[in-house]
């Protein structure tokens, strides 16, 4: 390959997405990752996207939320359309819980801020949960719910499925993708990288992006730029049903349960600070599973068909890093997504493309800026 426009270190859902971006607009792109691409978080996750109000919002963040929304069906169809492979993207909706008193007062703090961002919620009484969802009736039924609401903007995705459509896409645009490519050191000349060197090759490029993940903090570390990126880990246990037990994606404070569409049921998740330990615990999935029964009965028949956990790319302020490294002309930052990293990657990918060919990025990107923590 001659020299790409851009190289772009990381092939999880934020790199990929990028890639995808870039050569939509005609630039070469590399993609280099250490291991297979799409195996870390970004495979791991529970693949929610979450409701958003109309396009008004005044928060950067809240701004890469609304555009993620908006570009997600956009982007799910033009995946399927250059690969012929369904992302599992639907509008399924969501349905947020309480079980105690303390719980429904949270919940309804959250959904207050939610009713200012205008995202449309419903308040749900008993009778009304266990006729959107009867596979919740022997929950209604048991007295413990304090508090229901539905959101019919809420979406899910099969990550699993969007990674492989993914790279499929950028093979099929003219995107290198390199695996088994750790990246460890780079060569800088008057302010820009020059190259990145895995291994003995130095891999040389227009531009750098660092699309890392939770490994971002100790690739940018030898650059002397600090960040506080940190490995968040998340648990997560998935039952096998013979028919889809609800609809809606469940919601219970930083908990969940999503329902695919073959009867898979996925239950989330923990946040565990253990650095890089990315083991499973029984404790925490039993936790999972015995709440994944107690919302919807019926996983008391269903077999656990898998667990595993993954390292989420934490930030020590909930923003993620989006911009050009200070110091380096050439170089940028696109991590630390925390729990939203699937949900928000369209739209990163969208203003990061644009800052890295020199335009306009649309939304303000000082607030996630590079070098702060
Ligand atoms: C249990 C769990 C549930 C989640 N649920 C959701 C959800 O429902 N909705 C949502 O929006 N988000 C969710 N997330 C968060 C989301 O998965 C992450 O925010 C997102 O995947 C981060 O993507 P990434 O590309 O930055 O990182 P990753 O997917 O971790 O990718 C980073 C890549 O960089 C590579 N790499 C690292 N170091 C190097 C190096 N030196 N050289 C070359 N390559 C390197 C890695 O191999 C990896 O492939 C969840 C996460 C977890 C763990």
Not at 104 to 113: D, Q, S
Not at 261 to 285: H, I, Y
Not at 351 to 369: K, N, Y
Request: aromatic residues 6%; proline residues 6%; hydrophobic residues 40%.
């Amino acid at each position: 390959m001659t020299t790409p426009d851009c190289l772009i270190i990381g092939g999880g859902v934020i790199g990929l997405s990028l890639a995808y971006d870039l050569a939509q607009h005609g630039l070469r792109v590399r993609v280099v990752d250490r291991q297979q691409p799409g195996r870390e978080a970004s495979w791991a996750g529970a693949g929610i996207l979450p409701a958003t109000g109309p396009d008004e919002a005044h928060h950067p963040l809240d701004q890469l939320r609304v555009l993620s929304h908006q570009l997600h069906p956009e982007w799910a169809a033009a995946l399927l359309e250059l690969t012929g492979i369904d992302n599992g993207y639907r509008k399924c909706g969501g349905v947020y819980l309480a079980r105690s008193h303390g719980e429904a007062a949270a919940l309804g703090g959250l959904v207050g801020l939610m009713r200012e961002e205008r995202i449309e919620i419903e308040r749900l009484t008993p009778t009304a949960l266990a006729d959107l969802e009867p596979g919740l009736r022997p929950l209604v039924e048991s007295d413990d719910l304090t508090a229901a609401y539905r959101l019919p903007g809420e979406s899910q995705l099969r990550n699993p499925d969007h990674l492989r459509a993914l790279i499929a896409a950028i093979r099929a645009s003219g995107v290198e993708l390199d695996t088994e490519t750790p990246i460890d050191d780079f060569e800088i000349v008057d302010g820009r990288i020059i190259s990145a060197r895995s291994q003995n090759e130095r891999l040389s490029a227009g531009m750098f992006c660092f699309t890392s993940g939770a490994w971002t903090r100790q690739l940018l570390a030898p650059l002397a730029v600090s960040s506080g990126i940190l490995p968040v880990k998340g648990q997560m246990v998935m039952f096998r049903c013979a028919t889809r037990p609800i609809q809606h994606i469940l919601n219970e404070g930083p908990r969940y349960v999503v329902p695919r569409e073959d009867g898979r049921v996925l239950v989330g998740s923990t946040e565990e600070e253990v650095g890089f330990d990315k083991q499973t615990t029984s404790a925490a999935l039993d936790e999972l599973a015995n709440f994944g029964r107690q919302l919807v009965h019926s996983l008391s028949n269903a077999t656990i068909e898998k667990t595993w956990a993954g390292l989420r790319p934490g930030s020590f302020d909930g923003l993620p890093y989006l911009g050009q490294i200070p110091a380096l002309t050439n170089a940028f930052v696109a991590a630390g997504h925390f729990r939203g990293g699937l949900f928000l990657s369209p739209g990163t990918a969208v203003v990061m493309g644009r800052l890295l060919r020199g335009e306009a990025t649309g939304i303000d990107l000082s607030p996630f800026h590079v070098g702060r923590g």
